[in-house]
């Protein structure tokens, strides 16, 4: 169970019938929702009040907490003026997907 509730996504990805079904819907509905085009990674969107995405906030990098707090500038921006980011600088969801499978297979040590 994640946060948002209960989550059909580990029984969608076991089945290879059902992910191949799935998947094309999935990027539809991303492009869809429109945080890409604003610059926006699906991990901004998380609550930010839950306790366990506060202890995740806890752990990014400066760097990676800086770049975060720039994507929802440049999203807030693009809002107020009612216009989306040249296609260039959508968040691509290749990227997205590199980055989320290298914080997957991280294993975490105790000092």
């Not at 929802?72 to 691509?92: G, I, N, R, T």
Request: aromatic share 10%; proline share 6%; net charge positive.
């Amino acid at each position: 169970m994640n946060v948002l509730g209960p989550s059909l996504a580990p029984y969608i990805r076991s089945s290879r019938t059902l992910k191949k079904y799935v998947t094309p819907i999935a990027h539809w509905y991303a492009d869809l929702m429109g945080y890409r085009k604003m610059g926006l990674k699906y991990d901004d969107l998380q609550v930010e009040e839950s306790s366990q995405v506060q202890r995740a906030l806890g752990r990014l990098t400066p760097r990676e907490s800086y770049d975060r707090s720039y994507r929802f500038k440049v999203a807030s921006d693009c809002d107020l003026h009612h216009k989306p980011l040249p296609k260039e600088q959508w968040s691509k969801p290749e990227d997205e997907e590199e980055e989320r499978l290298t914080w997957d297979t991280m294993t975490v040590q105790r000092k």
